[in-house]
């Protein structure tokens, strides 16, 4: 025993020479040994959530310790000279510096070594005649620990340069040092399922470890102790590091709250609606389950999700929530919705954290009065944190990227933040991780096209293949579409497909493993009413009923199909002595969300009196989850489903008397005549073909709207749906059109099944395409598109449009993307171009470098119709001239 314990510690001291971090302070060189950093990481993994049940804090420790053994290699261990260990591995040669893969991959190759050489044999046991861990499983449970920068890896062939019998012998003995320190039990062998549902848990499980532990400002590299012992090391330093780095990190559950009801979340609701009442009292499947909540906008579904939410976390089935939007505006309103509510999931005395996560979060106000004191800036370099405030709703370092945001006890974003964690891009198993342990809810399940739809589908199968609940919200999803996310869901537990039945409407569906279950329920009182739709066969007639609910004190929204066609209206009511308010996607950051809140105080919930007299222009950023409320809606022809979301917009709270005498939808669109061609619709509405592809869709739902006088809501509601989706109908001169619709609808939905991971191939370089997030989008585009970063000429310097408290927000504020057929590039004016290039390189390395980010300089314009002018080319070279103002966005004249 005593020859043995000298053995480890000779082979320990050995082992301190290998660096695994850097960093130089005050001009000198200081080295962090690779095997306290590794010590650090195992620490943090065993402070962490336990991570799934056949691994015991033991084996955590153990398989989290070995995650960077290739750094013992030649190849990495040579990329700093000063610091080459030659008592280990010899001289260094700098005539022939060391030169090999990277260091993960190595990692994966020294464990396949060991496992080859009969290392863990007594771990991971094998058996006579099958049964036990076969050397393709211990590999399974190897790679994740390999590939913890996000990706995987593969074993390189060629590594005779980069590990010597030096490199070698140090990984066998720390793998051995770590084994007697942690001292894993013999692990029973595990099913399929069970081992590739660990496999990807493992892989974000361990990133997450690794991120937290390589964070020098909660393990410092100038600050080392004593390292001459690694149960020493482990216990009297790298533990309590470990358990501050995790509590300031905030990345452990907060204690669920007992379910008491709905009065108990949402005190100010009266009277539940008979859906929240289904969802207050449904008996619950084991296992997870899929629930499918359809009922008409303003029904309190948010409400009744949360309720089920709340039920399952209770019941143990989840950690938290991540509620899922279509776009960053209905993510912002559904944020402020639920900033209010959230604590009530907790327990008492908790501070449960909650993050807003989308391409321009830190602009939301409300989650940037949420991040706690000290958030960093996203500069390459470190800096260190301020303590995170006991208060604060979010940690810094949670709030400052988008992947670690998922870990937050409650998330709201949309829903490309989920969709990314089962695209083959880096940290998707980081995001699978936080999405993992929480009801996922996705709102608004109908507002998506057939390529983002396939991969929502891959994301339930994840999502249920992990252990994870998700409910999904819709006013309008017809049954072939329910039936695809319920199959995707049931596939991902392993079980066969069971057919939904019902089409009565409102309709619960609740699927398990073992059943679906449908409860068709009643509409919520008052929300049940019949909206009179008017057709209009000219703008102009639009024009005159917009003019007539407006002089009577009205609350009107137009809603265009296009932003072309958005500002055409606007210049049409302009004309006619009317100035509306205009919402669209072509403003700039700052100035949309500006227009975003003043649509909420004209329009949302709380507008009273004479703010409401206002007339909105507006597109399809109106139509989902924001909380609004119009006397009347005059709307272009649109599918059957986003005229139901509009509809749901008119008369939508109860405000005792309005200026008009019922609710009322009018919709402007051809006759939908039996002898419809192709060009049916280009006459009356030209741009709309460019939105939406299919011209028999359309023609499906104008003729299923305007066959009754009133939509009755629910009663007309899925036969309407189900009219619109169904092709017999379809006249002949449609039929040509409408096929190439669905072609183009199955190709981008074969994209899509390309492109999203495969559970069933594992962590593997073979489950999908491994690219950078710019080359496998989670929404495929129509026609690629530009940002234009819009600045100012002051004093010969150039400046963003917005203003901010720093350069690089004002810039990310100055923001507006457009198609790139519209604007290609933008020259600099002559005598501009050092300014220019002043501005560029104050931007992020992402923006300098791509060539979809191009800075326009605005000129002031002299024309009334819009206050700065910038000039570009097109798709075709062609000079082009563009016109921005901040009260109607960027226009071409």
Not at 71 to 84: D, H, N, Y
Not at 97 to 117: F, K, N, S, V, W
Not at 306 to 311: D, F
Not at 869 to 884: C, H, I, N, S, W
């Amino acid at each position: 025993m005593v020859d043995e314990v000298s053995s480890r510690s000779h082979a320990w001291k050995r082992l301190l020479a290998f660096w695994g971090k850097t960093r130089g302070f005050d001009g000198e060189l200081v080295s962090y040994p690779l095997v306290a950093h590794s010590l650090d990481v195992a620490a943090v993994a065993q402070c962490l959530p336990r991570l799934a049940a056949p691994l015991d804090p033991a084996w955590i420790g153990f398989l989290v310790s070995v995650h960077d053994i290739g750094k013992f290699s030649r190849a990495f261990q040579g990329q700093v000279k000063k610091l080459w260990p030659a008592g280990v591995l010899g001289d260094y040669d700098a005539r022939r510096p060391p030169r090999g893969p990277r260091h993960d991959g190595l990692t994966l190759r020294l464990l396949a070594e060991a496992e080859e050489d009969g290392v863990f044999d007594d771990l991971l046991p094998g058996a006579l005649g099958g049964g036990g861990w076969r050397p393709d499983q211990r590999l399974t449970l190897f790679r994740p620990i390999a590939g913890h920068h996000g990706r995987p890896v593969e074993q390189p062939d060629y590594v005779s340069e980069a590990l010597c019998s030096g490199s070698r012998t140090a990984a066998r003995d720390f793998i051995q040092l770590m084994r007697a320190l942690f001292q894993p039990p013999p692990l029973p062998p595990m099913s399929k399922a069970s081992l590739r549902q660990l496999e990807w848990r493992l892989a974000g499980f361990l990133t997450l470890a690794d991120w937290i532990g390589s964070r020098e400002e909660w393990f410092p590299l100038a600050d080392l102790k004593d390292v001459s012992d690694p149960s020493a090391y482990l216990t009297t330093l790298a533990l309590p590091r470990a358990r501050a780095a995790v509590a300031q990190a905030r990345v452990l559950p907060a204690g669920v709250r007992a379910f008491a009801g709905l009065s108990a979340l949402f005190p100010a609701v009266e009277k539940p609606s008979p859906l929240q009442t289904w969802a207050e009292a449904v008996p619950l499947p084991e296992g997870p389950v899929l629930a499918v909540l359809e009922d008409m906008t303003g029904s309190g579904k948010t409400e009744a999700a949360l309720v089920l939410a709340h039920r399952l976390m209770a019941a143990g089935r989840g950690r938290g929530l991540f509620l899922a939007l279509p776009t960053m505006a209905t993510a912002n309103g559904i944020f402020a919705r639920l900033h209010g509510a959230y604590r009530g999931l907790f327990a008492e005395g908790e501070v449960p954290s909650i993050a807003l996560t989308h391409g321009k979060a830190e602009f939301n106000l409300l989650f940037r009065a949420a991040i706690a004191v000290g958030v960093e800036s996203k500069a390459d370099t470190e800096s260190p944190a301020q303590p995170a405030s006991s208060e604060a709703e979010c940690a810094a370092w949670l709030a400052e990227d988008r992947r670690r945001a998922l870990l937050a006890d409650c998330g709201v974003g949309t829903i490309d933040q989920a969709l990314l964690a089962i695209l083959p891009v880096r940290q998707a198993p980081l995001r699978l991780h936080g999405l993992s342990n929480k009801i996922l809810i996705i709102d608004e399940a109908h507002a998506f096209d057939r390529y983002m739809r396939r991969e929502m589908q891959a994301l339930l199968h994840f999502h249920a293949a992990l252990g994870g609940s998700a409910i999904l919200l819709s006013a309008t999803l017809p049954r072939t579409v329910r039936q695809s996310l319920v199959d995707a869901f049931r596939q991902g537990l392993g079980t066969a497909p069971l057919a939904v039945r019902d089409d009565r409407y409102p309709l619960a569906t609740l699927a398990a493993a073992e059943t679906v279950e449908e409860q068709p329920l009643a509409p919520r009182l008052g929300v049940a009413r019949a909206v009179q739709v008017t057709q209009a066969r000219s703008q102009g007639d639009v024009v005159e009923r917009v003019l007539a609910a407006a002089q009577s004190g009205a609350a009107v929204a137009w809603i265009r199909n296009s932003v072309d066609d958005a500002l055409d209206a606007a210049e049409a009511l302009r004309a006619a002595g009317v100035d509306p308010l205009v919402f669209h996607a072509r403003f700039v950051l700052a100035d949309r969300l500006a227009i975003e809140e003043r649509v909420r105080q004209c329009f949302g919930r709380d507008s009273a009196g004479a703010e409401r007299d206002r007339v909105l222009v507006a597109t399809q950023v109106v139509e989902q989850s924001l909380d609004l409320d119009f006397d009347l809606i005059c709307t272009d022809i649109a599918p059957a489903d986003s005229l139901i979301q509009r509809a749901g917009r008119l008369w939508r709270h109860q405000r005792g008397p309005r200026p008009i005498s019922g609710p009322e939808m009018v919709v402007l669109s051809p006759d939908p005549v039996a002898e419809a061609d192709a060009s049916w619709l280009r006459g009356l509405l030209p741009r709309t073909d460019s939105v939406y592809r299919d011209p028999a869709l359309l023609w499906r739902s104008a003729r299923a709207v305007f066959a009754c006088s009133h939509l009755t809501t629910p009663d007309d509601m899925r036969a309407l749906i189900e009219a619109a989706a169904g092709v017999a109908t379809t006249p002949a001169g449609l039929v040509q059109a409408a096929g190439k619709a669905e072609g183009k609808g199955a190709a981008i939905s074969g994209i899509a099944a390309q492109n999203v991971l495969s559970f069933e191939a594992g962590y593997t370089p073979q489950s999908g395409a491994w690219e950078p997030e710019t080359q496998t989008p989670t929404r495929l585009e129509d026609r690629p598109q530009v940002t234009l970063r819009l600045g100012m000429v002051e004093n010969g310097l150039v400046r963003p449009y917005a203003k901010a408290e720093t350069l690089a927000e004002a810039w990310s504020l100055s923001e507006v993307t457009v198609a790139q057929h519209r604007v290609s590039a933008c020259p600099i004016p002559d005598g501009l171009a050092a300014a220019a290039a002043v501005a560029r390189a104050s931007w992020g390395r992402w923006e300098r470098d791509s060539p979809r980010v191009l800075l326009a300089l605005l000129q002031h314009n002299n024309d009334d119709t819009a206050r700065y002018r910038l000039d570009g080319t097109d798709g075709k070279e062609q000079p082009v001239k563009a016109f921005y103002s901040e009260l109607r966005g960027l226009a071409w004249r």
